[in-house]
């Protein structure tokens, strides 16, 4: 029972590069999300998709884009990655919150250096 | 934009002690969640609290809701060092989480 799977776990990039981080749930989940997570500053949602071929911003989106051409994947950019996108990256998604409060599952995160 | 302010930021005790840790919000919640986190893992969900006044029992921690629902509380009644890891409220429906407690029982 994977739950959601991130990848890469770990990755270490030079300013300017790009890459893209994976997140697959096999729990037929119509939302997922990206998180990222600094000290002191808990997760800040940088975008969110309510379903299949849909994206939205969250809080901190700027230098990300995302895509979900798959309801089990969502795909999270970094264009030219910067030093201060050094983070740990959370995906997790969830049943449906119009359904009311329904948990939201985290894969165990993606550590990334832009050194 | 709802904020969340955590308190305390840090908080290390010994087993066998009570504590109680705080969530509290700018505005109203429309119901909050409370999560659980160990290093090198994503949160995994406590509980959720949706109704004013609400007192929800897990074992040796209880959550409360405000009565305007604008704060929650957690509280651990005999620490565990297996309670050791970061604590997380977070608002549902706006998706944003406050900064965590985290917490370190000492055997």
């Known amino acids: 029972n994977a739950g959601v799977t991130q990848t890469p776990k770990f990755r270490v990039l030079k300013t300017g590069q790009s890459m893209t981080l994976l997140c697959a749930q096999d729990m037929n989940h119509e939302y997922m999300y990206w998180y990222r997570q600094d000290p002191g500053m808990g997760l800040r949602l940088i975008h969110y998709s309510v379903g299949e071929g849909t994206t939205a911003k969250g809080e901190v989106p700027d230098g990300y884009n995302v895509s979900r051409l798959k309801k089990q994947n969502f795909l999270l950019g970094l264009e030219s990655a910067a030093p201060s996108q050094t983070s740990v990256y959370f995906c997790?998604?969830?049943?449906?919150?119009?359904?009311?409060?329904?948990?939201?599952?985290f894969g165990d995160g993606t550590r990334l250096s832009i050194l | 934009t709802q904020l969340l302010e955590q308190s305390p930021q840090f908080l290390s005790i010994q087993e066998g002690e009570n504590l109680t840790v705080y969530c509290n919000s700018s505005s109203v919640f429309s119901s909050l969640q409370w999560y659980r986190q160990e290093p090198g893992e994503g949160p995994v969900l406590l509980v959720t609290v949706v109704t004013g006044g609400e007192v929800k029992k897990l074992k040796r921690l209880t959550f409360q809701f405000g009565d305007a629902r604008k704060d929650s509380s957690l509280h651990i009644t005999a620490a565990q060092t297996g309670d050791t890891g970061l604590y997380l409220c977070a608002g549902v429906r706006d998706m944003r989480f406050g900064a965590g407690t985290r917490l370190t029982v000492k055997p």
């Open positions: 997790a998604s969830s049943l449906d919150r119009g359904r009311g409060n329904q948990p939201q599952h």
